[in-house]
């Protein structure tokens, strides 16, 4: 088909699919299928595609790429109608998106990569509102970043417009682009059908016009997960609850996810690391409501006794205190919990040189963390970053769990800590320990090691040797189950156990990820440096990729390896040796997905 003919914002970014309206379609003969004619055998007609019912020809669309789709477009009318509905349903904005990499989805999704592309899709449905109508899912994919394809008042202004008569929409995922205006969400077609709602916003205009919001009506009547950032202020973060959820039946809401604005990296202090909070104002000034005001919101909506029995929760960028526990408990069911995400959170606990004081009186002499872990009964997704103050709870927390299936931790250290462990070795153990429990179920894990050098940086550290061998070269370090790990570690580490470590400790490992100063090994200092930029980092890192494969290679389980920003799929010969090493490039997001355990919207 010409250029003239076909000029498309979806398939191929250099000339997005639009048919001409003063074009009419080619209408192709009729597919058949003839059977061979012979004696004693009378010819048969063929099988008409077209007698096919329109619910079935969807059916078979589905699973047909965009590629595949934009083919049948221009087969005849009735092809074209069917297919156009199909090729608009759910929608992907990811810049890195490329047709020859097996891991995109492309038969559930049509993807956008280019600005010109989402300009021309924008343009698009809004002057064809019967697509327009097609299109139920509209994400805007990780690995797109927040530096965006378009502006971010040219954003605003084209969802303004394009909302309206995306009548079918029923998820709505702008979570990792610029924050978009508050207002957007007035412009939905048919908020009712809207199920799931991700949205970094920009929450100016809600301020300036608090009243006018208060008694609008969005009409989320079926939202079912809901992912909001960054708020500033538990005050801010009542309010967006509010107005989100006044029309919702909240019984029915599974998934929260609430991301503050990260104000916690003065929270430490060094050397001494301890809480600059000595008095109540002080303590005000942290906000340390967050979960009293969230929880309490929630129960105001629901106006029912019962709790909620929400499936995934999670918080980031908040404050926490031993007192938050008996209020999170009594708004949701924490044993219906099924993933928990808790990252960079700061928990305060009594057992800080200097409480905090709180309307008067000192915190209670109890941890959230230890209340937490009795709670979580119904587990498997847990991720895990928190800041404590002279002592870490976290292993405790993961010791109490049972049938954890997935595990994302990080290991905090600063010289409070001295007080509860003689060194970072000795906490890191602890953590060891605590995982081993889990060795029997873990399918995914990743542990990440860091240390809290100064109020505003934290440097990551690579795992103590002790740690690495206690976990997977102990006597009961056996992880039958685990399918993805992520560490940082120094290349050497696994390159002398590699044998031992995918033969028989990890044997069905799939996906491999070593970051860190020293993942690749020691830096080469013959390449790079007569002419910088000549050597890409995947070549300095490609001969990581034999020497550990090469050895352990005979079941052929292992089938990615990444090396700190570096990813290679891995193709064996039948002996069990590398065939081929191929350098993936921008499947970043999607390997997150595959070794980081995330919150889905």
Not at 57 to 62: A, E, G, I, K, N
Not at 180 to 185: H, I, N, Q
Not at 328 to 346: P, R
Not at 504 to 510: F, M, Q, S, T, V
Request: glycine share 4%; with cysteine.
């Amino acid at each position: 088909m010409s250029r003239s003919y076909i000029d498309a914002p979806i398939g191929y970014a250099g000339a997005p699919l639009i048919p001409r309206g003063r074009h009419k379609a080619v209408v192709k003969p009729q597919l058949r299928d003839h059977a061979t004619s012979g004696e004693g055998v009378t010819s048969q007609r063929g099988f008409s595609l077209l007698s096919l019912p329109d619910e079935l020809l969807l059916s078979t669309f589905s699973l047909l790429s965009q590629y595949d789709v934009i083919k049948l477009i221009s087969m005849n009318e009735k092809l074209r109608e069917l297919s156009r509905k199909k090729l608009y349903e759910s929608i992907v904005i990811d810049s890195n998106f490329s047709q020859f990499e097996e891991e995109y989805n492309i038969r559930s999704h049509s993807y956008i990569k280019s600005r010109y592309a989402l300009r021309k899709f924008f343009d698009h449905i809004q002057e064809n509102p019967d697509l327009a109508a097609s299109v139920k899912s509209l994400v805007y994919a990780d690995s797109a970043g927040e530096d965006g394809m378009l502006e971010v008042q040219t954003v605003t202004g084209y969802l303004k417009q394009v909302l309206p008569l995306c009548t079918s929409l029923e998820t709505l995922d702008w979570f990792q682009s610029h924050a978009v205006d508050f207002k957007v969400l007035k412009c939905l077609g048919a908020p009712e059908k809207l199920r799931k709602l991700a949205l970094s916003m920009s929450f100016g205009a809600l301020q300036r016009g608090i009243l006018e919001f208060m008694t609008a009506h969005f009409n989320l009547a079926n939202l079912e997960s809901l992912s909001i950032k960054p708020f500033h202020s538990s005050g801010l973060l009542a309010n967006i609850i509010q107005i989100l959820l006044r029309d919702t039946n909240i019984s029915n809401l599974k998934s929260l996810r609430c991301v503050k604005h990260d104000t916690l990296t003065d929270l430490l202090k060094s050397p001494a690391a301890t809480l600059p909070v000595s008095h109540e104002s002080e303590s005000r000034s942290l906000d340390l409501d967050t979960i009293l005001v969230l929880c309490s919101s929630l129960r105001h909506l629901h106006r029912k006794k019962a709790k909620l029995d929400l499936e995934q929760f999670c918080l980031k960028s908040c404050i926490v205190r031993p007192t938050d526990f008996d209020t999170l408990n009594s708004t949701i069911n924490l044993g219906a919990l099924e993933g928990l995400f808790l990252e960079e959170m700061t928990v305060m606990d009594s057992t800080n040189p200097n409480p905090i004081l709180v309307s008067g009186n000192q915190l209670e002499r109890k941890s959230f963390l230890d209340s937490l872990g009795y709670s979580l009964a119904s587990i498997q997704r847990l991720t895990i970053d928190i800041r404590q103050i002279n002592i870490d709870s976290v292993p405790a927390l993961i010791r109490q769990l049972t049938g954890l299936q997935e595990l994302d931790v990080a290991i905090r250290w600063n010289e409070s800590k001295l007080s509860s462990y003689p060194s970072r070795v000795a906490l890191c153990l602890e953590y060891a320990d605590a995982i081993l429990g889990h060795r029997k179920t873990l399918k995914k894990l990743a542990i990440e090691s860091s240390h809290e050098v100064t109020r505003y940086k934290r440097a990551l550290l690579g795992l103590p040797d002790e740690m690495f061998e206690s976990l997977f070269l102990g006597p009961e370090s056996e992880f039958p189950e685990l399918q993805s790990l992520r560490l940082n570690v120094p290349f050497n580490i696994i390159a002398l156990s590699r044998e031992i470590l995918f033969s028989e400790r990890l044997p069905k490992l799939a996906r491999l990820w070593i970051f860190g100063q020293e993942a690749g090994g020691r830096p080469h200092m013959g390449l790079g440096n007569p002419f910088p930029g000549v050597f890409d980092e995947w070549i300095l890192d490609q001969h990581v990729v034999y020497n550990i494969c090469n050895y352990v290679a005979r079941k052929k389980v292992l089938k990615y390896l990444k090396i700190e920003k570096c990813l290679f799929e891995i193709d064996y010969a039948e002996d069990g040796r590398i065939e081929d090493v191929h350098f993936k490039n921008n499947l970043d997001s999607w390997f997150d997905e595959k070794t980081r355990v995330l919150f889905k919207v």
